[in-house]
């Protein structure tokens, strides 16, 4: 599963001795390596019964984490695992309550929901790999000068915010002489210069302001589909979008049996053939 940015993660491992009963170790360490490579190292841990080890530790960064567990001494041993903590904005295409409102889960029911949300947030990507950018999000890209426009890569394109030169001879670039096509991700100047020769770093964000009721239709049939997975055999049971009409009979070139084919029909007037990078 994975954690909200602030929340308390609980880690734990166990020591055992050479007969597989819990034992204490000599002294147990404890590593967490965050995000950008900086390290909260905890030297000892003191056990919270025999054998057992736990820390809370509050999470400050989003991304995948590593954990090293270290006992020395009586019953040298150590342990590794990883947690992820999503963005304070995670990409989430539609919220929570809508996703089970589309599997028929009563709101009062909450043991499935951070697995849910690992689904909308998959289902997210998958809709974006065939019509572009939804969730609002910052991009960087490096573009090369000495041309007369520039192409973004992720669309459509809300806004263009910054143009750093990279070398410190280049002209800076003003950003209200941009015209942006926001479909296309084009830049072009308006004022008749091309742009000047180096690189350049742009920041724009790119999304959408908004999401468009078959796109989100979409994503949910995708998400109804990708639920069905978890109830193996039973997986035609009507209240979780079962039956015939959400079988999949040809594989979606870059996706195998994961998206159905009605969906891919409702994301057909806004799809990206080229793929969203």
């Known amino acids: 599963m994975s954690y909200d940015l602030g929340d308390v993660v609980t880690l734990s491992t166990t020591v055992r001795d050479s007969a597989g009963a819990l034992a204490n170790a000599g002294n147990m360490a ?4 965050l995000p950008d490579a900086t390290t909260t190292s905890v030297p000892t841990v003191a056990p919270a019964s025999t054998g057992t080890y ?18 020395t001494g009586a019953n040298a041993t150590a342990y590794a695992d990883v947690f992820n903590v999503r963005p304070a904005a995670p990409p989430m295409l539609f919220s929570l309550a809508e996703a089970k409102a589309k599997l028929d889960i009563p709101a009062s029911s909450t043991s499935e929901d951070e697995e849910l949300r690992e ?9 974006e790999y065939f019509v572009g950018a939804v969730v609002r999000r910052t991009v960087q890209q490096v573009v090369q000068g000495g041309r007369d426009v520039w192409l973004l890569h992720t669309t459509p394109v809300l806004a263009v915010t ?13 950003t209200s002489v941009l015209d942006v096509d926001a ?34 239709l979409a994503g949910k049939l995708i998400l109804q589909h990708m639920w069905r997975t ?10 979780i979008g079962g039956g015939d009409d959400v079988s999949v009979t040809e594989p979606i070139p870059g996706f195998g049996y994961a998206i159905p084919n009605r969906a891919l029909q409702l994301l057909q007037p806004d799809r990206d053939f080229g793929g969203f990078a």
């Open 162 to 174: 910054t143009v750093t030169a990279l070398t410190s001879w280049q002209q800076a670039v003003d």
């Open 30 to 33: 404890l590593t967490i390596t």
């Open 183 to 216: 479909s296309t991700g084009v830049v072009r100047r308006t004022d008749g210069l091309c742009f000047d020769q180096g690189d350049y770093r742009i920041t724009y964000t790119a999304g959408r302001a908004l999401v468009p009721p078959h796109v989100s």
């Open 54 to 71: 736990t820390y809370a530790y509050p999470t400050v960064q989003a991304g995948r984490h590593t954990v090293r567990w270290l006992a």
């Open 119 to 127: 689904f909308i947030e998959a289902t997210t990507a998958a809709v």
């Open 230 to 239: 978890n109830y193996g055999a039973s997986r035609g049971l009507a209240g």
